[in-house]
């Protein structure tokens, strides 16, 4: 038994998210007024390990979303600095249509989703989080995964470690 806001019992029972609280402030987010590098900028000079990050292509990088949606939520980065579809070239945007099909792909073999959401948020109204440099979100979907936490309690459970599902699906890549 809890004790609500205004000390009487209640009959919820919580579970905590507060790494959601430092993204929503902005953490590694280049918003601003804040004076963050890009992190897509900043994830290539990183070891894979430590950016999380499943394979480099030519033009393209895959890593993993540091703010899951669901467990596998991949991202498809372009190298390069861009905000928007319309500035990358042929090569760059083949690239990410390519790695964005070999993701699903691997995480088929990874972890058998029912479905997949992709897309890319341009610009910061649509609802892009790093608004400046382009990239496309794979998320892994599962029947029941919209479950009671995300709609009442504004929160994930993620039944793994981000380390560890990178290594999986950088192992089946």
């Known amino acids: 038994m ?6 009487m019992p209640d009959g919820w029972q919580r579970l905590w998210a507060p790494h959601r609280l430092e993204y929503l ?12 590098e890009c992190p897509f900028c900043r994830i290539p000079t990183l070891s894979d ?13 895959v890593v993993m979303n540091l703010y899951p ?14 905000a928007d579809l319309t500035e990358l070239s042929d090569e760059e945007r083949n690239e990410i249509s390519a790695l964005s099909a070999h993701a699903m792909k691997t995480i088929r073999k990874v972890s058998a989703p029912a479905g ?7 610009g910061a109204i649509s609802g892009a989080g790093v608004a400046e440099h382009i ?17 009442i309690g504004k929160t994930k459970v993620l039944p793994q ?13």
């Not at 949606?69 to 861009?82: D, E, I, M, S, W």
């Not at 892994?140 to 995964?145: I, L, M």
Request: charged letters at 20%.
């Open 49 to 61: 390990e430590e950016g999380l990050i499943v394979y480099r292509g030519k033009s393209a990088f």
């Open 69 to 82: 949606y669901n467990p596998g939520h991949l991202l498809v980065c372009a190298f390069r600095h861009v």
């Open 135 to 151: 990239h496309q979100h794979i998320v892994p979907r599962w029947s029941g995964d919209a479950n009671f936490m995300p709609i």
């Open 25 to 36: 402030r902005g953490e590694n987010r280049p918003l601003e007024g804040n004076e963050v």
């Open 2 to 7: 809890h004790i609500d806001g205004a000390g």
């Open 116 to 122: 997949f959401n992709l897309g890319m948020n341009q």
């Open 161 to 173: 470690l981000l380390t560890l599902t990178r290594e999986e699906i950088a192992a089946a890549w």
